[in-house]
C-alpha cells in the first residue's frame, strides 16, 4: 500500500477552496476510482490522467488507484484537477519525491500527450492558495503569467507533464513543448482615451447628469428619440470613472478570469470595465449560469464598472427583474442543484431607451404613431421597483444645429476626483466607498437637527411621488451634488436640485 498526497484550489464563484489530492495505490486488481464529489468534467479525468502519464514516458502503476478530493463533502468542477490527480498518483508510486509534492498546489488540465492546457480561473484560485499559506504554485506556461500577477506567490509555469515529472526527481526525457494558450477568445479591452465627452454635442443636461453619476456611482436613465446621444454619452462614463484601486482591480480581474475574459498581457486590469449586452440576451448571458458551476454574466464582468442596457424596454422582463438583486446587495447569488455560487456585482447601471416604440415622441408628440396602450406596454417593462433604484433620470431632446460641443473628458474626471477623494475622506473607517453605497440612515444623522431639509422630501413622501427608498436615494445625489460643489454638506439647493434630477421632465 502506498499513498501520495499533493494540492489542488477548487473554485465556488470566485471563492477558492484548497484541496487535498490523496491517491492510495492497494495491491489489488488495476483499476481507477475518483471520489469526492467530482462533476462529469473532472470524473473524466481519468482516462485524461491515464492517457498523460504514458504519453510521458512514465509506467502507470499497475494497481488498483483511489484518488479522493477532500473536502469530499465541496463539490468539484472543471478540469483544473488533472495535474493534481496525475502527481498525487506519480508520488503514491514513489515515481517523483512524495515528500516534496505535499505542501504544493498544481492546476491545470492534461491533454492526451500530457501536454499542460490553461484552464480559467487561475488568478482567483492562486489567490486562494496564498491566503491559506500555500504560496508555492505549479500551473500551466499558458497560466503563469496570469498566476503571477498575484503578490506573494512562487509561481511554475511547465508545458507538459514531464517537466513537472523531471522537477520532482522522476527519470523521464522532457520534450521541448511549445506553451498551450487558451482557446477561447479573448475581448479586446476598449480604448477608452478615444472616447472623449467633448464628442457629445449639446446635451447640457444629460452631461450634468452623467458626472453626477459618476461621482456617486448612482445609476442613470437616459430617455430620448434616436440619434440624441444617449449610447455616446453611456459609452463615455467609464472615462469619467477614477481608476480601480489595487484590491477592486483583483476583484475586477478575478470576475474576468473565471469568465474566460482576460488578456494577463496587460497585467491588471486597472480601469472600469463596460459591458453593453444585447437587447437579446438571455437572464443566464447577463447574470451568470451555465450547467454545473454557473460562470459570470455581464452583470458580474462590470463590477466596479458600467452595465448599460441599451433600448433597456426591449430587454426580456426576466432580465431586467434580475437585476433587482445586485443593484440593491452589490452581488449575484446563483443558486444550482451542484452548488450556490456568489459573484460580486456593484456596477453602475445605465438604462437608454426611446419616449415610444417609434421613437419620435417628442415635445407634443405630434409625429408619433403609437397608440396609448403601445406607449403604456413599451414603459411597463421598466417596473416601478427598478426604476426605484435609479437615482439620476433625465430626458434628452434633439440637439440644436447651432449647439456647440462641452467639456472633455479629462475636465470632467478631475471634477469627478475630486468628489470621489472628498467621499472616500467621508467614508473611511466604513465598507462603504461611494454615495450610492451609503444607506440613507447614516446621511440623515450627519445632516444634524434641522429639518428643513426634509420638509420638500417629507412633501413628496405624503404625496405618493416618492417612496422611502427614493428618500434615501434622494440623499445620495444631494450629498454628491455638494461633493462636486466643494461643500462638507448638502444645503436645501442641492436637496432640491436631487429631488428634480429623480423624476424625469423636472429639469435638473
Known sequence: MALGRTLAVGLVGLSGHVVEV???????????????????????????????????????????????????????????????????????????????????????????????RPVRGILPAVAAAVAAGLPRVVVPAGNAEEAALVPGAEV?????LAEVAGWYGADVAIP?????VLVEPVAERPQEQSLDLADVVGQVEARGCLEVAAAGGHHLLMVGPPGTGKTMLAARLPGLLPDLSEQEAVEVTAVHSVAGAFDPGGGLLRRPPFEDPHHTATPASVVGGGSGMPRPGSASRAHRGVLFLDEAPEFSTAVLQTLRQPLEHGELVLHRANGTARYPARFQLVLAANPCPCGRAVGKGLDCSCRVEQRRRYFGKLSGPLLDRVDLQVELGPARADAVAGESSATVAARVRAARDAQAARLAGTPWRTNAEVPGGWLRERLGADRSLMSGLDRAVDRGTLSLRGVDRVLRVAWTLADLAGRDAPNPSDVGHALALRTRGQGA
Open 156 to 160: 511554475r509555469g511547465a508545458a507538459c
Open 176 to 180: 521541448d513543448e511549445v506553451p498551450v
Open 22 to 116: 490523496e491517491a492510495h495505490l492497494a495491491a489489488s486488481l488495476p483499476a481507477f476510482t475518483l471520489v469526492g464529489l467530482p462533476d462529469a468534467a473532472l470524473a473524466e479525468s481519468r482516462d485524461r490522467v491515464r492517457a498523460a502519464v504514458s504519453s510521458s514516458g512514465l509506467a502507470w502503476p499497475n494497481r488498483r488507484v483511489t484518488v479522493n478530493l477532500s473536502p469530499a463533502s465541496l463539490p468539484k468542477s472543471g478540469t483544473g484537477f488533472d495535474l493534481g490527480v496525475a502527481v498525487a498518483i506519480l508520488a503514491g508510486a514513489e515515481i517523483i519525491d512524495p515528500v516534496r509534492t505535499a505542501g504544493v498546489v498544481h492546476l491545470g488540465e492534461l491533454g492526451l500527450d500530457g501536454r499542460l
